[in-house]
């Protein structure tokens, strides 16, 4: 009997030590994980940092006006480009006030009556 005591506390002495050898180097894994991802964290706020810094240069008014003016060009409006709100219909003409909707048999054109009503909504006056 106390062979097979023996035997057991060896065998459970052995898993411990197997169990603490695994533990030990999984945290050596995940430590460096964790090195790794404080890393990427690192990273991530330099390249923040460096484009909050080039959002508020190319933000300036004055980088604007230049980049258009330059890379779209763009300038300012002349008199003849200013149209005021009553002029509107000369330069572009005449607002265009309701589509009309060719009326089709609902049997013919395969609708349901639920079309049918709705195509009556969108035709009526408002």
């Known amino acids: 009997m106390s062979r097979k005591v023996f035997f057991f506390g060896l065998l459970v002495a052995g898993l411990l030590i197997f169990s603490l050898y695994r533990a030990k180097y999984g945290a050596k894994d995940t430590a460096a994980e ?7 964290i690192e990273e991530a ?3 923040k940092a460096l484009l909050e810094t080039e959002l508020a240069h190319m933000s300036r008014r004055d980088w604007i006006e230049e980049y258009a003016r330059k890379e779209l060009g763009m300038a300012p ?12 219909d000369e330069v572009v003409g005449p607002p265009v006030t309701t589509l009309k909707v060719m009326s089709v048999s609902g049997e013919a054109a ?14 009526a006056p408002r």
Request: proline letters at 6%; zero cysteines; a negative charge.
């Open 34 to 40: 964790l090195m790794a991802v404080e890393a990427q």
């Open 110 to 123: 395969g609708k349901t009556d639920a079309d049918q009503e709705a195509g009556a909504v969108a035709e």
């Open 77 to 88: 409006p002349k008199p003849g480009q200013m149209a005021n709100e009553g002029d509107l």
């Open 45 to 47: 706020q330099r390249e």
